[in-house]
């Protein structure tokens, strides 16, 4: 366990955590799974950690403003949360209880070999902010329970030569879950990821009449989720479950649209149609302008006239 400054702790080993909460020593090196709620030391309550493994853990109830990454959410509802490794996380300020009635540790040395190693970084999730925690119905609750319960009884067990085949197998069961609930969570909350994809191409159409892109260049899909509140993972899986196609597709689309609304209504240069749209060369401009109709910028005002 290194300290990186007077608040912040860096979690190399799952030891490193588990000395830090006071619990005893896992029992595998590279996995372990923590029932119930470790008492933190009160010397130890203002430090926020780096999680230096992966992190899945369900609270029932949380309540103060818990730091996850960049931002902090105050709430009383329980879910699912996800931390990868390089994440900051951890309690902040002397009146804060984060309650854990399951946290599974993951260190990424555990997957080597498995194909589980990769597939880990494609669930996004993982990058997803504290409120957008996952809320699982009781029989959803119930599944996760089940799975957790499968891994504690293995690690309880003796290890032998499958104990690891078994464990991963469990793993990627409870991912394909939470994938599966997160699409379902999307779904039942739509009419205000509606309003979001309102208030997003409200944003996206400012963007470009506020002459916005004079100043900050082409739109981000980091702009637009923090603008919005949201992680830009969440942001792109939330469009992409209401119209089928991720922030970035939406704001390339955007681009395009407004880049033929300047060409067939004006007579700017192609080197300023690309200025005003935020590209610091026209020959980019053109590239990306050809990448998506086949046409030059050009090609298109001659064929509009």
């Not at 020593?25 to 009160?42: A, F, M, N, Q, R």
């Amino acid at each position: 366990m290194k300290k990186e400054d007077n608040t912040l702790v860096k979690f190399n080993s799952l030891s490193d955590a588990h000395r830090f909460f006071g619990i005893a020593e896992p029992k595998h090196p590279l996995i372990s799974l923590v029932k119930g709620i470790p008492t933190v030391p009160e010397s130890n309550e203002h430090h926020r950690h780096i999680l230096g493994f992966y992190k899945i853990s369900y609270k029932p109830k949380l309540q103060g403003s818990l730091e996850y990454g960049q931002s902090y959410y105050d709430f009383d509802q329980g879910g699912l949360l996800f931390a990868a490794p390089g994440q900051i996380i951890g309690r902040k300020g002397p009146d804060v209880t984060a309650c854990s009635e399951y946290t599974l540790l993951i260190h990424p040395d555990f997957l080597l070999g498995y194909p589980m190693a990769k597939k880990i970084k494609q669930y996004g999730f993982f990058s997803y902010s504290v409120k957008e925690t996952l809320h699982l119905s009781e029989e959803e609750k119930n599944t996760i329970y089940s799975i957790f319960s499968f891994i504690e009884s293995e690690l309880n067990s003796r290890i032998d030569d499958f104990s690891q085949d078994v464990m991963i197998s469990q793993i990627e069961l409870l991912l394909t879950y939470a994938n599966r609930f997160y699409k379902r969570q999307f779904i039942t909350r739509k009419a205000v990821n509606n309003d979001l994809l309102q208030k997003f191409e409200a944003m996206l159409d400012a963007y470009f009449e506020d002459e916005t892109a004079l100043n900050k260049g082409l739109p981000t899909v980091s702009y637009f989720a923090e603008k919005l509140n949201l992680s830009s993972s969440y942001l792109s899986d939330m469009l992409r479950t209401i119209t089928g196609q991720s922030t970035q597709q939406h704001i390339h689309d955007r681009l395009i649209l407004k880049a033929k609304e300047i060409l067939s209504t004006t007579t700017l240069s192609v080197g300023e149609v690309a200025y005003a749209l935020g590209f610091e060369h026209s020959q980019s401009f053109s590239q990306f302008f050809k990448t998506k109709t086949s046409l030059s910028p050009l090609e298109f005002r001659k064929s509009f006239n």
